[in-house]
């Protein structure tokens, strides 16, 4: 039997696996957009943002959604990392395909 560790949490853990949270959700919510921007062009016989790009999107959204699940079911120094790769994903995401 394994003792759980009933000590609260820092309010700097939460409040970055709140922050993490927002840039997976967002990176989730721009995903679902994409697809339904490329499945209206295609629909209307217009160029749209492409397959590879809503592919990249969807790939980052996912890798983002698994990291932040990681992230809220642990604790320590795995929320600080799960959240940072949450963040590094979203930047990579807007540097590539939209900024750049």
Known sequence: ???VDSRPEPRVAR??????GAFAVGLVLLALALIGVQVYAGAHDL???GLDVVAGH???AVAAAVAQVFADRRQGRAVTACG???VVLTALTMWFYWWA
Do not use: E, F, K
């Not at 409040?15 to 993490?20: A, D, H, I, Q």
């Open 15 to 20: 409040l970055w696996r709140g922050v993490s």
């Open 84 to 86: 940072l790769v949450v």
């Open 47 to 49: 160029p749209g943002p």
């Open 58 to 60: 969807v790939g980052a």
């Open 1 to 3: 039997m394994t003792m």
